[in-house]
């Protein structure tokens, strides 16, 4: 039923996530020193989700087309977000538009002086945007394509119906083991764009994403540290990025852009020095660009690239 028997590590993890929301549910640890690594590790197990949900938007999972739906529910579980919604703000404006006005997660929005503070609030700012670019997409698919309209309001219905059930049941274990972890999944997974595309060349075939080489952290993302050959190529399977960013990427790309560790990035861009500078170490300069540009394709116009359910 897989089209990848990689894929047999998605399902593990997606397992891993509802054992662990149920196994707190049930035992109720008493003990901080219990509660904490358990629920920081439910945090990234639903960021894993949330990482899933991104590959199989590009590449679905399964041969059937029903099964793929059904995992669509699944994985709108996991991360507390429709999967059908990565199509517009991440499909059809980041991958198109990388970069530019019509990209609605580009970095230079976020201005802070202070690096950190980009980081932490990358998010925030791009939320609105996301939100009415979703918006407005779903009542143009509604009629030009229903099947993908549907899907999407069945992946709400199965999200909220899910979590209006748990929070009548117990508001407080809600809190703790659903919505905490729901959050730092969607922080997560929209700040990796800031990770990976700020102070890089859009214009440039290369350079314009930066990777993060690392065994474990791809061992962990499905190989979503390789994000240049993935904006190259978005429909190739996560298990074949490796090789394929070796043989395309590797000896093309500055070597700054190709960072063995992630952890290390983040400390040098965040903590110390915390300065923000372009991938060649040259000062980074925002530039007024003025708001969104609208990119809702139109109804006729509108492409096939919808995820599973296309």
């Given at each position: 039923?897989?089209?990848?028997?990689?894929?047999?590590?998605?399902?593990?993890?997606?397992?891993?996530?509802?054992?662990?929301?149920?196994?707190?549910?049930?035992?109720?640890?008493?003990?901080?020193?219990?509660?904490?690594?358990?629920?920081?590790?439910?945090?990234?197990?639903?960021?894993?989700?949330?990482?899933?949900?991104?590959?199989?938007?590009?590449?679905?999972?399964?041969?059937?087309?029903?099964?793929?739906?059904?995992?669509?529910?699944?994985?709108?579980?996991?991360?507390?977000?429709?999967?059908?919604?990565?199509?517009?703000?991440?499909?059809?404006?980041?991958?198109?538009?990388?970069?530019?006005?019509?990209?609605?997660?580009?970095?230079?929005?976020?201005?802070?002086?202070?690096?950190?503070?980009?980081?932490?609030?990358?998010?925030?700012?791009?939320?609105?945007?996301?939100?009415?670019?979703?918006?407005?997409?779903?009542?143009?698919?509604?009629?030009?394509?229903?099947?993908?309209?549907?899907?999407?309001?069945?992946?709400?219905?199965?999200?909220?119906?899910?979590?209006?059930?748990?929070?009548?049941?117990?508001?407080?274990?809600?809190?703790?083991?659903?919505?905490?972890?729901?959050?730092?999944a969607g922080w997560g997974i929209i700040t990796m764009n800031l990770l990976q595309h700020d102070g890089?060349?859009?214009?440039?075939?290369?350079?314009?994403?930066?990777?993060?080489?690392?065994?474990?952290?791809?061992?962990?993302?499905?190989?979503?540290?390789?994000?240049?050959?993935?904006?190259?190529?978005?429909?190739?399977?996560?298990?074949?990025?490796?090789?394929?960013?070796?043989?395309?990427?590797?000896?093309?790309?500055?070597?700054?852009?190709?960072?063995?560790s992630m952890l290390a990035y983040i400390w040098r861009m965040f903590i110390w020095p915390a300065k923000?500078?372009?991938?060649?170490?040259?000062?980074f300069i925002l530039k007024d660009e003025g708001p969104d540009e609208d990119w809702i394709p139109k109804?006729?116009?509108?492409?096939?690239?919808?995820?599973?359910?296309?």
């Amino acid at each position: 039923m897989l089209r990848y028997k990689a894929d047999i590590r998605t399902l593990l993890f997606v397992a891993t996530y509802f054992g662990l929301v149920a196994f707190l549910w049930i035992w109720r640890p008493a003990d901080l020193f219990i509660i904490i690594p358990l629920v920081v590790l439910t945090c990234f197990f639903s960021f894993f989700g949330a990482v899933i949900t991104h590959n199989t938007i590009h590449h679905p999972m399964f041969n059937s087309r029903f099964l793929n739906r059904v995992m669509q529910v699944v994985l709108t579980l996991t991360y507390g977000h429709p999967v059908s919604s990565f199509v517009p703000g991440h499909n059809l404006s980041h991958h198109k538009h990388t970069q530019t006005r019509r990209d609605v997660m580009r970095t230079s929005k976020v201005r802070f002086k202070w690096n950190l503070l980009n980081g932490l609030f990358f998010m925030f700012v791009m939320g609105p945007a996301i939100m009415r670019a979703d918006t407005a997409y779903m009542k143009t698919m509604r009629k030009s394509k229903p099947a993908w309209f549907r899907q999407m309001v069945l992946e709400l219905g199965a999200l909220y119906g899910a979590l209006g059930i748990l929070l009548v049941l117990d508001w407080r274990a809600f809190l703790l083991y659903v919505f905490l972890p729901h959050r730092f999944a969607g922080w997560g997974i929209i700040t990796m764009n800031l990770l990976q595309h700020d102070g890089c060349d859009e214009t440039s075939a290369y350079n314009n994403s930066r990777n993060f080489v690392g065994k474990f952290v791809n061992w962990c993302t499905f190989n979503n540290g390789y994000h240049t050959i993935h904006h190259m190529k978005a429909s190739l399977h996560w298990s074949l990025l490796p090789a394929a960013h070796a043989e395309r990427v590797a000896p093309h790309i500055h070597p700054a852009l190709d960072q063995k560790s992630m952890l290390a990035y983040i400390w040098r861009m965040f903590i110390w020095p915390a300065k923000r500078l372009m991938y060649d170490g040259s000062p980074f300069i925002l530039k007024d660009e003025g708001p969104d540009e609208d990119w809702i394709p139109k109804p006729e116009t509108t492409p096939d690239d919808l995820g599973a359910i296309a």
